[in-house]
């Protein structure tokens, strides 16, 4: 008898859901609306007659699913619950025993968005046949995710992982969006790229394709780059050097065996890998300098994967 996962990774506008065997195969994926009206109320609910009309549809028994896995924009506590996830609506909230009731008692596991995609992609993406990895994901911020030994590190107060808000230059005078200054994120995020790239374009410099782009974004810094612009190479250098010192120091406390680099900034691909790592090499303590760079290879479907194997431990 084949035995199924349900992987939830729930977002402030959607929820994507993942159908699993439990051998990691991905049967089906779909997306519901998230309801966060009412102070999020419907959300689970909603998920649940989701997660209950598949099973109908494909004939499905409560004895055949392992487990429901779920992953959530905040800081979650061990046993899975929530004091508050603004996106979402929800103060305090226990969502295993919620979801549980919802679903006649199935296992129910939930953790942060961020862990549940490093778990993901240490399953079957970037850091599969790895035990321990950190996930870099660089978009909008740079959210992050620790696994030591098959296990997430989330910390005593949900906020392991949280690499983005490491402080990486003391004297910046600008506040990142958590309220402190000189933040990992305000450098290397999406928009700490453009930001920048805006910096460089203010001061003297020679004439770049920079100059004549429409909007700047990290993807028009890294096509520059590409082209070996050399205003482009200046910002990459910085955001790399920036990034791979941030990274030397956290393989002093988590020792992973690679890095898996994920989110909208990574589509560089391979050029960012071995910026990043030029600059890691250098400042790694040396037990670690060779610890291997990977991009993610799962994309918006991490979390899924995560959520799944949340439920198989």
């Known amino acids: 008898m084949k035995k199924y996962g349900f992987g939830v990774d729930i977002g402030g506008t959607t929820c994507k859901i993942g159908l699993f065997e439990t051998t990691g195969d991905l049967a089906e994926k779909w997306e519901i609306p998230t309801d966060t009206s009412e102070e999020g109320k419907n959300i689970l609910s909603d998920i649940a007659a989701s997660l209950r009309g598949k099973m109908a549809e494909r004939n499905i028994g409560k004895d055949e699913v392992e487990g429901i896995g779920i992953g959530l924009p905040g800081p979650v506590q061990p046993d899975g619950s929530v004091l508050l996830c603004v996106n979402l609506g929800w103060k305090e909230k226990n969502i295993p025993k919620e979801m549980g009731d919802l679903m006649d008692g199935i296992q129910v596991k939930a953790e942060n968005d961020a862990n549940v995609a490093a778990l993901g992609e240490m399953w079957q993406g970037g850091g599969k046949g790895c035990k321990s990895i950190v996930m870099v994901t660089l978009g ?27 402080t990486v230059n003391p004297h910046e005078s600008v506040p990142c969006n958590c309220g402190r200054k000189g933040c990992l994120e305000q450098y290397c995020s999406a928009t700490g790229i453009a930001r920048l790239a805006q910096e460089a374009l203010a001061q003297d410099h020679e004439v770049s394709v920079l100059d004549k782009a429409a909007g700047i974004s990290a993807k028009t810094v890294f096509d520059a780059y590409k082209e070996q612009d050399k205003l482009a190479g200046q910002i990459v250098e910085k955001f790399a050097r920036i990034l791979g010192k941030g990274l030397s120091n956290i393989a002093c406390v988590a020792d992973p065996e690679v890095f898996v680099i994920g989110g909208g900034v990574s589509k560089a691909g391979e050029v960012l890998i071995q910026a990043v790592n030029q600059y890691y090499r250098e400042a790694a303590f040396p037990s670690c300098v060779h610890t291997r760079f990977a991009l993610a290879s799962l994309g918006n479907d991490a979390g899924m994967y995560g959520c799944v194997k949340l439920v198989l431990e």
Do not use: L, Q
């Not at 909008?140 to 983005?164: L, N, P, R």
């Open 140 to 166: 909008t911020g740079v959210g992050g995710g620790i696994i030591v030994d098959g296990k997430i590190v989330s910390g005593a107060h949900g906020a392991g992982g949280e690499i983005g808000h490491i």
